[in-house]
């Protein structure tokens, strides 16, 4: 019989060793999925994971890397620290809605005026609108101790809806033939959140994904408030013995998390996506939560996963068009990592031991 | 706008329907919460069971079978959770988003080919005279025999909890695991059956909301009801008596908004369908207002990592 | 000469790094008060635990009545008629008495007929208490009542008592004493777990003392010294702090009329406390647990603010500073959880370090951390307070609890406060430790500090107070010097009477 023993410490092998032994298993489990559904699996794990980096049409996939990976990582930072706080931030697919409304309705509503203040005002609003839009539950959490799992879950619903009246309504393409969604603003070259090089899949969410690493980094290991967050996380009762507002860490955590998926929304509207529609979020919010616990909630550690999610995400998008894998099939592939890394992530601190006949699970 | 096409009768009957799903799901996890644990893959474990509900009733052509397997499903995915939660320890939160989106994204994968079939009929109450009498007839009698199961569930949950030795177990555990450990009770045993008794009762919401409530399968059609479910459970305090009623009040404003929307009221249909998230939103800060009074029901290890250690 | 009920042979049981038990043998007869004695950490709980089926030995074995026994769980060894009443009460708040009960049962009856069972027994052994009142709002005494009932309805061969005392005023032993007596003399045999050697004199016609999972002996405690089973117990000689002759002087700290509505469910107010602390003085508070120890504690920490001016800190009111802003002017707080509160477990010392000296020692700079001092500080309090530990990087849970709790006092006392407060000091810590943190306390004061010391433990405070105040139900009775008590008189205060007068 298996048993667990809990280690003195955590042990750093595998806080290291674990993400990447749940990729391992991952990839098994999802060929087996794959192998279930009629594909062959090493040809699925194969374009998944190897094509978009090495194959003939790299060229292509590698900038959509940054692309890809740019939201994931500026919301995924944001979330981790208040996940490490004990602060559950689940709606920032809300907040990216809303931060990416509020930066494309300024430019809209601006258009055809071109100014160079256009754009920098856009990034401000996209980052305003995710941080009221985080503020609502972070309120409610600390006037009355309304739960912010739920609210902030809830506010997701009601983004949703507010995007779909807005590019059916107030926002819609005043000629656009009738058809629902905005004006397109890569084409509007003040409101264009355009790569910085042409072909590289920088843009400046790209830049500002980086700066939120460098900065979560630092806060994190060198300043009081991260040193908070974690204390926080670790034990609330010694957190508030140390003297910590947790009013004030619960506005800091959803604020900041809010305001960087509203700047996450916000350069994807003004960039890739370009345009205010029903179909514009594409469940980053929701991913980047997988992105947060698969980086073990550190700022590098949560770089490196979201490329390794974009890659899933183009290496899905592939394998959709060549082996005809369903869209879904990638999302399902994704929680399956997560599990497995829920479920490695045991070894960092406990001990898993044979015992004869020892009741302990 | 013409409000007089609302009718009253049809409105009470119809939230009876419309809010099944979320009562099933909401009373199952009362009960894995009482245990002490905080599942957040009801939405998950909902949209598994619709998917498995809508294609066994296809494929057999017996709604029955699909409610079946919508159980057997909701608690198949829901032990992947208790697993995760119950042997290796994972945080419950964590473990619970996980199912949530696996289930999302396994649910649009087995659905693919069933997207525009519509399920075969289920099973409806219609007694002769009866159910033709005037408003009790048609809120009353002449239900989907789903109503008529989630209510009766309500019923045993409501007596399991409060009479019997296995409901006093459960509540025992989810007060204090150690407590319980320490009395030689099966603290791992009895949340692994409570969360598959959550998983089921979840798949069964599903299948509700699949097979009768729609009926028809689309990707993401549980739009949230898993995390409605959620708030409901707080919304009751833990009771499952007032999980009736909360079950009843939002599937209220979920009809209400559908007829004013049909009745074509000058509010644009994407604030109408908000209102029930919205709803949501201030039912909970109003329960958590008042919170000394409903903290006494909550379980007081809810969410706790239990680990027997010595 | 009583036949023997429980026979244990050559019990060992090992846990990675320790050895709990090492072969341990010993005879329990039929109605005889037998007690385990030892210090924290000796493998008194293991050993009880194995006997009630918790824990499963690696080697040696058991005979009830003659017949092998091996509980494989607490059920198992409940069918044999064995009980058990825990040191932390394994009972449930949000329940009743009478389901806390139903759930210690094996084949409870229904429910009308066990309320009035437990009556029935309540009575007869001078246990009062209502079968339908949650749990949670009853006093630590009547809990300890409702395990008693609920092991007494089983009618045990065997009753085994982890520390029952440690939650009980003076009154309420002498009760439980009596309720004990009347037991042994109806044949029922009791495993008595206690490290207070008093008790174990009063009570007791055998014990076993365990040093570091060894049986050191088996005696008639009644023939022996407390000082002897002391050093028994412990394995040496043994030093007791002695208080220097304290001057007072200024009041520097003064409470006046605090009042602290309930913080949770089942918490406690505190209720009108007023005093005032001096200059180089040491106020003991004693009283029970769950009387508003901790809650008293965080209003003087400031993790409750309350209005300014129900506390003054050099007769500048401060009852609505953060911690921090106490800590900065000089009142310091160690509460009574080392793990959790005092530190957080997972964190190491720097960091630990880092939680409560951030102020005083000038850790930070404009937000920004000083690690290399915090470790700095923390190879200090290491050096100083003997904290035995590989290094200034371990976490706080890899600590043993004495050597966390030097640590814990270390880093406050090394702070230089004006004002200490520390909310038990030595619980659950070796005689060593304990030793050695209560000098450091006297230190503290001799340098003219105040210092207000929280205790269940009325020997500590006996032996390192100048003052003496009891709280009970969340109300303070009027500080007077400690000389002025007696046994009695204390116990009473702890009780609620107003020995003020």
């Keep these: 019989m298996l048993r667990l023993e809990k280690r003195p410490s955590p042990s750093q092998t595998w806080a290291y060793l674990a993400p990447v032994l749940a990729v391992i298993a991952t990839m098994i489990g999802g060929g087996v999925m794959f192998a279930l559904l009629g594909k062959d699996p090493f040809e699925a794990i194969r374009i998944i994971f190897y094509d978009p980096l090495f194959s003939e049409f790299a060229w292509y996939y590698r900038p959509q890397l940054l692309i890809k990976g740019a939201p994931l990582v500026l919301i995924a930072i ?113 409101a264009h959140n355009a790569e910085i090089w042409v072909g590289s899949g920088v843009h400046m969410g790209v830049v500002f994904a980086l700066m939120a690493v460098i900065f979560a980094y630092v806060l994190l290991a060198r300043h009081q408030l991260g040193f908070h967050i974690r204390l926080t996380g670790e034990s609330p009762k010694a957190a508030r013995f140390a003297g910590i507002n947790p009013n004030r860490l619960i506005i800091f955590c959803l604020g900041s998390s809010g305001a960087l998926a509203g700047l996450a929304g916000m350069f994807e509207i003004a960039g890739p996506s370009g345009q205010v529609n029903i179909a514009f979020n594409s469940g980053y919010g929701f991913t980047a939560i997988i992105v947060a616990f698969l980086g073990r909630l550190n700022p590098l550690g949560i770089m490196l996963a979201g490329l390794l999610m974009a890659l899933t995400y183009i290496g899905g998008e592939i394998a959709q068009s060549s082996l005809g894998l369903p869209a879904a099939a990638i999302q399902a592939f994704q929680g399956m990592l997560l599990f497995f890394l829920l479920a490695v992530d045991l070894l960092t601190n406990f001990k898993i031991k044979w015992a004869k006949a020892e009741v302990t699970l | 706008m013409d409000l007089s096409a609302i009718n009253p009768t049809l409105l009470v009957a119809s939230l009876m329907v419309a809010s099944t799903p979320i009562l099933l799901a909401a009373i199952g996890e009362l009960v894995v919460e009482k245990s002490g ?165 979840a798949g069964l919401g599903g299948a509700a909301l699949s097979l009768v409530r729609v009926p028809q399968w689309t990707e993401g059609m549980t739009a949230g009801s898993g995390w409605i479910a959620l708030a409901i459970v707080v919304f009751a305090s833990w009771k499952p008596e007032r999980v009736l009623l909360g079950a009843y009040l939002f599937g209220g404003v979920a009809i209400l908004q559908l007829n004013l929307q049909a009745a074509g009221v000058s509010i644009p249909v994407e604030y109408l369908s908000m209102s029930p998230y919205l709803i949501t939103i201030v039912v909970l800060v109003a329960m958590s207002a008042n919170r000394a009074k409903s903290a006494l029901n909550a379980p007081a290890a809810l969410g706790r990592v239990f680990h027997a250690s010595r | 000469m009583s036949k023997t009920l429980l026979q244990i042979d050559g019990l060992t049981k090992s846990y990675p790094g320790v050895t709990a038990n090492d072969n341990v043998s010993f005879k329990i007869k039929s109605g005889e008060i037998h007690a385990l004695l030892g210090e924290n950490g000796a493998g008194k709980s293991t050993l009880v635990k194995m006997i009630y089926g918790l824990v499963r030995p690696d080697k040696g074995n058991m005979k009830l009545d003659d017949e092998s026994f091996k509980p494989l769980e607490p ?62 709002d009853l006093s630590a005494g009547e809990r300890q009542r409702v395990e008693i009932i609920r092991c007494l309805l089983q009618e045990p061969k065997l009753l085994i008592m982890d520390e029952p005392t440690s939650v009980l005023t003076p009154q309420e032993v002498t009760t439980l004493f009596t309720t004990l007596k009347k037991l042994k003399s109806e044949g029922t045999s009791i495993l008595y777990i206690s490290h207070k050697l008093e008790e174990i004199r009063a009570l007791c016609e055998t014990a076993t003392i365990l040093r570091n999972g060894k049986k050191v002996a088996t005696c008639d405690p009644r023939q022996k010294s407390a000082r002897e089973l002391a050093e028994m117990m ?43 602390l001096h200059k180089g003085e040491i106020l003991g508070i004693g009283g029970v647990a769950g009387n508003g120890q901790d809650e008293l504690l965080a209003c003087l920490s400031g993790e409750v603010l309350t209005t300014p001016n129900t506390i003054r800190f050099n007769s500048k009111p401060v009852g609505h500073m953060t911690p921090n802003e106490r800590r900065a002017l000089g009142v310091l707080a160690a509460p009574e959880e080392r793990l959790g509160h005092a530190a957080a477990p997972d964190m190491d010392l720097i960091e630990n370090s880092m939680l409560t000296a951030m102020v005083r020692k000038n850790l930070s700079n404009a937000g920004f ?88 433990d009325l020997d500590e405070l006996m032996e390192i107070s100048t003052q003496f105040s009891a709280l009970n139900n969340g109300k303070l009775s009027v500080a007077q010097p400690m000389a002025k008590f007696s046994l009695d008189e204390i116990g009473l205060l702890l009780g609620g009477a107003d020995a003020s007068t």
Excluded at chain 2, 112 to 132: A, E
Excluded at chain 3, 112 to 136: C, M, N
């Design chain 1, 78 to 190: 944001g979330l981790s620290m208040g996940f490490r706080a004990g602060i559950w931030n689940i709606g920032a697919e809300g907040q990216y809605i809303i931060g990416a409304l509020f930066g494309a309705g300024f430019a809209l509503a601006l258009y055809p005026t071109e100014s160079p203040f256009i754009f920098p005002s856009m990034i401000l609003l996209g980052a305003l609108g995710g941080f009221l839009w985080a503020m609502i539950p972070a309120l409610l959490k600390t006037k009355f101790g309304t739960n912010e799992i739920l609210v902030s879950l809830m506010l997701v619903y009601v983004a949703e809806q507010l995007l779909a009246s807005m590019s059916l309504g107030l926002m819609k393409n005043p000629e656009g033939f009738g058809f629902p969604g905005s004006r397109n603003l890569q084409q509007y070259d003040s």
């Design chain 2, 37 to 201: 644990i905080l599942n957040l893959g009801v939405e998950g474990m909902m949209i598994i069971g619709a998917i498995c509900g809508f294609a066994a009733a296809v494929v057999t052509g017996s709604p029955m079978v699909g409610f079946l397997c919508a159980a057997i499903g909701g608690a198949a995915v829901s032990v992947i959770f208790a697993v995760l939660t119950q042997y290796f320890l994972s945080n419950q939160v964590a473990s619970g988003l996980a199912l949530t989106l696996f289930g999302l994204g396994l649910s649009a994968m087995i659905g693919q080919s069933y997207v525009g079939i519509k399920p075969p009929t289920t099973y409806k109450l219609d007694l002769p005279l009866i159910s033709d009498v005037p408003i009790l007839g048609p809120i009353l009698f002449s239900h989907d025999f789903t109503v008529y199961a989630a209510l009766v569930l309500v019923l045993g949950v409501w007596w399991f909890l409060k009479y019997t030795r296995g409901g006093l177990i459960l509540r025992a555990v989810g007060e204090s695991h150690d407590a319980a450990h320490a009395l030689g009770y099966k603290v791992v045993r009895v949340r692994f059956m409570a969360i598959m008794f959550g998983g089921a009762c």
């Design chain 3, 75 to 136: 059920r198992a060894a409940r069918a044999s008629g064995i009980a058990m009443v825990f040191q932390h009460f394994s009972l449930f708040e949000a329940l009743s008495v009478a389901e806390n009960i139903a759930l210690g049962m094996e084949n409870p009856p229904k429910s009308g007929i066990l309320s009035i069972r437990i009556t029935e027994v309540s009575v007869t052994y001078g246990l009062p208490l209502d079968p339908e009142r949650l749990v949670g």
């Design chain 3, 234 to 276: 412990v394995g040496g000689t043994l030093n007791s702090a002695k208080p220097k002759k304290l001057k007072l002087g200024k009041v520097i700290l003064e409470a006046a009329g605090l009042s602290l509505p309930p913080q949770s469910a089942f918490g406690t107010s505190l209720k009108n406390i007023s005093f005032r």
């Design chain 3, 369 to 456: 951390l000083n690690w290399q001092r915090a470790k700095a500080f923390t190879q200090t309090i290491i050096d100083e307070f003997d904290v035995r530990t590989p290094g200034p990087q371990s976490i706080a849970r890899s600590l043993s609890g004495g050597n966390l709790q030097k640590y814990v006092i270390g880093r406050e006392v090394l702070q230089d406060p004006d004002v200490l407060i520390v909310n038990q000091p030595t619980w659950g810590v070796d005689a060593a430790a304990a030793a050695a943190i209560r000098q450091s306390l006297l230190d503290l004061a001799g340098k003219g500090a105040a210092i207000i010391v929280i205790s269940q």
